[in-house]
């Protein structure tokens, strides 16, 4: 799609929250390609500066306010006008009335809007003014559209967009609204094609992947689209996020038995208090969480778990919190998310009163983030002087002569760049690393043998 109005003009896109939302910003960053649009890296030699905004917490709406009012300062860009332009969650949640507090932007589109954003911002160009769009529903029609990956060798593949939970803290299923499934032949007809182009890793994304398909067949088929997405050839695949209370024994299953499946799994628990979880709304007892934590080590015994855990929902008390600090060691996780609870208006859990203080919220919070840590750190001993595959990203931030990549259970990993190779050649590619030194947050060693 050639646009005489946008082809040539040069765009930056910030990206704020949760991979779903990195994703758009590819489908966004794909449209203006193929409008002849060229992406740049400073907002400054932007024409066209995009923010991705995510409404899950209170601090991403304060960063956008932030970054987007500093854009007043900027100088002038190459093309001589730009055009500010606010996407994702907060503009999905607010439409127009943005503009009350960001008083500098011209185009605002919802998440089930981006189809449409070149043409506002044609408008914005051509005729200046304020062009919003935010359509209530997902009509699809970003899921088909042409998208720019960061990466050729792994991709992002989402499966249904939308969340039918309503847990009681959560703003998701108000702004991105519900369940909706990509259809199975062509979510495996895209993994197919991706493959063919060399992807090796793909993550299959939703808010609650467990239950994907049950718009379609009335039954959740994620089991299947395991089993289908592995018959494809692709090397790795992760998938998140996955809720608790439809993690199926036949999920379990097609985990253990596709051998492209990796063995890592992202169970977000929230609280491991089952008082506090009813109050979540969460549909599962610590109980239950334990358990299917058995059965998933059943089958994949040294799997890699991680989850999300909120500390401070209104009126967690100190044994509710105990409780949560008791599941994280009993569980051992890889690695964990962990958020303070933030207020979200419109949604159950914003009307009961809280009386903790927040510095005892913040104490919790941090007694929670070291069992996280050494939780990972005794996790990583697991793969001191075992040999791992690793599949190259780039280099380290702090040091330019370390290749940095994953593990097959999503740990960092670090070597050394091999006598004879260039970073550029190995990006893309899996190498074994010969682990000697297992931290809290990564494992590192030597590559031993030859690239593939
Ligand atoms: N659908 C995913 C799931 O349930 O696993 C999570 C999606 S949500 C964008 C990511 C995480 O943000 C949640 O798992 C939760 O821990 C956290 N979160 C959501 N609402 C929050 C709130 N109001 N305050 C703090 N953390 C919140
Ligand atoms: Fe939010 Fe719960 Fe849906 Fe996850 S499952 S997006 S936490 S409502």
Known sequence: MQSSVLSGKTYFIRTFGCQMNMHDSER?????????CLEVAEPA?????????????EAADTRLYGQ????????????????????????????????????????????ASIAHVAELLEQAFVEGGHHIRCEEKDSGAATDMPWHRAENYRAWVPIMTGCNNFCSYCIVPYVRGREKSRSFEEIVDEVTGLVRIGVREITLLGQNVNSYGRDLFGAPRFAELLRAVGDTGIERIFFTSSHPKDLLPETID??????????????????????ILKLMNRRYTREHYLALIDQVRERIPDIALSTDIIVGFPGETEEDFEQTLSLAE???????FTFIYSKRAGTPAATIEDPTP???ILERFNRLVKVIEDGAYAYNQHDLHTVVPMLVEGTSKKDATRLLGKSPKNQTVHAPIPEGYTVD??????????????RTWYLSGTVVGSPR
């Open 45 to 57: 030699e932007a024409d066209i500066v995009i923010f991705m905004t995510c409404c899950v917490r």
């Open 330 to 336: 009993q569980v051992g996780y890889a690695h964990a």
């Open 28 to 36: 966004v960053s794909g449209l203006l390609d193929s409008c002849g």
């Open 254 to 275: 097609a985990m253990a038995e596709v051998p492209a499946v990796m063995p890592q799994l992202h169970l977000a628990v929230q609280s491991g208090s089952s008082r």
């Open 68 to 111: 987007c009012s500093s854009c007043k300062s900027l100088p002038a860009p190459p093309g001589g006008k730009r055009v500010i332009a606010v996407g994702g969650c907060i503009a999905q949640r607010d439409g127009a009335g943005l503009l009350t507090n960001l008083d500098n932007v011209d185009v605002i589109f919802g998440t």
């Open 425 to 438: 050649e190995l990006i893309g590619k899996i190498v074994d690393v010969d682990v000697d030194r297992a």
């Open 358 to 360: 927040r510095d005892v």
